[in-house]
């Protein structure tokens, strides 16, 4: 894993997204308080799914831990803004893919990468990653859909599909862990693409296993993770009965399941690949819980993966810092407008 | 560095780890707009609240006892700058007074721009310079953080009371060694209350050849080489210590006095007619035997003597040292009892011979004072004594030995490390800064640096790695395991 090559695009994109700021630029530090971007899985997953007509059933499958040492690889991406220039936003994106293998826990980091996205770039930006990371034109009208506010949440995904696929390369015989849902057929996960990711995975040996934190899929009226309240860990609450294809565009690639895999109060949505026999998928999540530490019934290599990716208020600090300092930027404050309205009544994020 | 907040007196300085700062350092705040600078004095160094900084620390420490090993590829080295916030700190600094036109002022009055302002370190050479603290008489005190000598005024000492304290082993005795020593250069007398005899080889060097000093310093053993006579004690000090040392009754006293009176009046003022009289009295016999006991702690003191030709005349030994000496008493293996006796004798010789203009005037370096110094003599030194012109140092390693009024009269402290929150809180009274600073600064001094506190540097704190000496000091503990 720690062959993996640095994305060299991912870099020089940084890098020349960068070169359009202009020394003397304004620039408007975001505190790192202020709201986050908008999650790729907030994008992807859909609302409605277990609908009346379908009537799905659900079925207990309880699991018994496998200790193999079967190699466990997680991959996580966090996109955060850093501020606002004149002409556009600068944001960051960092990555961390975390691997357990012989009870020792490895992480390599990537990043973080600073872009400068502006109205003018920003299609471009988007385009040649796209291109980079799929080997693929862009087959939508791209003008008219990336906006600036989702430009570090979109670049993020793309370059999290990026380190997923080179995982799923490198990877034998390992469980390899997602962050997110197997919905395909968003702008960053197209169908072709992630068809491909599953099956170089497949072809390998490897189990894609998608974890969703936090779902807004709900069953018989209840949140679907509630299905599994009082079932005894580890276990699987499985599925049946709902639609593979939610529209002419978007595809569920992976069996949904119901995850409680350890003692706690949490469960979750876990995606398995469609196209590997049922027990496989089954024997695949007892080799997690036989071999990774799980709290809350989450894994701790994806925890660990969330963990180093995510940028602190110091990183973003850091990061503005670095910008001002290596590109001259100069650092403006914008009157926050609800401050200027309302007073202490001004709640809330600076528009 | 940057101003980031001023409280009072005291004012916060965001510090990056590339700039070397620390505690007692001067800083100068400039100003460009008012054309003048703030001079501040870093008192602490801590690490600037940086939020996010336990996410970091956690995500970095520990997982389950094992540590994560990983790597980070960060082509840009942003992660050099978020290092540098990780590691910035906070300077808490005192505001000490304002440069204008390359002179320095106690003046505080006024705020320079936050925004605008250039912060840079000022070398305590350029401090003392502007103080002009070594103008006259120059005594090397030690090296300052730049390594460059530091010098005070032996002026500064002229007339003060100054107290060199510190905990065990941190250098105090090494310090007022050379304050004794570079005082004798400028000519000054000096008399050193010696308690462990450790002054008594000052004219030695470390090789154990005679140094430069050596002519310079007399030492004077108790029942040795330091006797006298009755004549020469006269009845005022004798009553003294009959009193204050040897605790005689009021009563038994007055028969004292009035025997003493009779005895010289016959002519026979000698320890031995002394003893006859006391027995051969025709009193009460509680303040007999009052007496009697007094008189044999007297004898076996062995301070007392008949022969003349044993006896030391005291105006003799100041004589020697007018020009430039040392007087040192070597207390060493003196008993509790006797060296109050010495003492006594020895102040009331020296006040009586100030007050003749016999003497000019007498540096006194006491050694932990409590140990042999009457309660009603602390005042006595601090006050009566000074104006006769006694100007004492004491030395110790209990601050709380030395009483309250006697600190607020300090016009000096030469303050080594201190760890007891008790002993600092009792300097920090003592001192003309405020306490934080002296806690905060004497806290954490090395062995060997002094804190120069008072008239010496101008009321301007500085620390100060006190210079070595080649002489044998012999202020080192005996150890058995050697």
Known sequence: ?351 | MRLYRKEGNTVQVLCFPNESVEKGDYLQVEDPKQNKALLIQVINVQFANVPGILEELLRDSTNNGDVINGENLDPLDVASQITLIQDARLLICKIRGTIQNGKLSVNSAWLPSRSQSNIKRLSTTTLAKMLKINDKLPIYIGDTKEFSPFKVDAKALDGSLNIVTGKKETGKSHFSKLLVLSLIEHGAPVVVLDLNGEYVHLGYASNGNKNQHYSKIHVLTPASNFKVTLPQIGLRVMLNILVHALNLPGTSAREFRRTWRLLKKQGKLNLHELGEAIRNLQCNHHVKDALFSRYYALVNSGFFTDNPSEAMTLEDCFRKIQTGGVLAVNLRDTSFVDRQIVVEYLLGKLVEMLTGWKLKAVFLFAEEAHLYLRETYWNDIVTRMRHFGVFTTFVTNQPDTIRENIYRQVDNIFLFNFTSEHDLETVSRAAKVDSETVKSLARDLPPQYCLLLGRVVKDFPIVVKVRALDVQTMGQTRLFFN
Not at chain 1, 82 to 93: K, M, Q, S, V
Not at chain 1, 100 to 115: A, D, N
Not at chain 1, 304 to 332: C, D, M, P, W
Request: include cysteine; charge should be positive.
């Open chain 1, 1 to 351: 894993m720690q062959d993996l090559q640095l994305p060299q695009h991912f870099i020089q994109l940084s890098l020349r997204t960068l070169k359009n700021i202009r020394k003397g630029n304004l620039f408007h530090p975001y505190t790192a308080t202020q709201p986050a971007s908008p999650t790729a899985q907030m994008l992807e997953e859909p609302k409605r799914l277990f609908t009346e007509p379908n009537k799905p059933t659900l079925r207990l499958i309880p699991l018994k831990p496998i200790k193999d040492d079967t190699p466990i690889i997680a991959v996580d991406v966090s996109s955060m803004k850093i501020g606002e220039t004149d002409i556009g936003i600068l944001c960051a994106i960092r990555a961390a893919i975390v691997w357990k293998q012989r009870r020792q826990y490895r992480y390599v980091r990537l990043g973080p990468f600073p872009f400068h996205i502006t109205e003018e770039n920003k299609n471009e930006v988007y385009h040649l990653f796209r291109q980079y990371s799929f080997f693929e034109q862009p087959t939508l009208d791209y003008n008219s859909t990336l906006s600036l506010f989702y430009a570090p949440t979109r670049l993020g995904a793309l370059f999290e599909r990026w380190l997923q696929m080179g995982i799923s390369v490198q990877t034998r015989n390992g469980l390899i862990l997602w962050d997110g849902s197997l919905t395909a057929g968003t702008q960053d996960a197209p169908v072709s693409v992630m068809s491909q990711l599953l099956e170089t995975a497949r072809n390998r040996s490897n189990v894609v296993l998608a974890f969703t934190k936090t779902t807004r899929l709900r069953l018989f009226g209840y949140r679907l993770t509630d299905h599994i309240g009082k079932c005894t860990p580890p276990c699987l609450v499985e599925i049946n009965g709902y639609p593979i294809a939610l529209s002419n565009a978007m595809r569920l690639l992976g069996n949904i399941y119901v995850a409680k895999l350890s003692e706690g109060n949490c469960s979750f949505r876990l995606d398995i690949d469609r196209k590997l026999p049922q027990e496989k998928a089954v024997e695949a999540t007892q080799r997690l819980v036989g071999n990774d530490i799980l709290l809350q019934s989450y894994p701790e290599t994806l925890r660990l993966a969330h963990i180093y990716s995510t940028f602190t208020a110091n990183e973003v600090i850091g990061i503005q810092r670095f910008l001002v300092q290596t590109h001259k930027l100069k650092i403006v404050t914008r009157p926050n407008v609800r401050r200027l309205l309302f007073g202490p009544f001004g709640k809330g994020p600076e528009s």
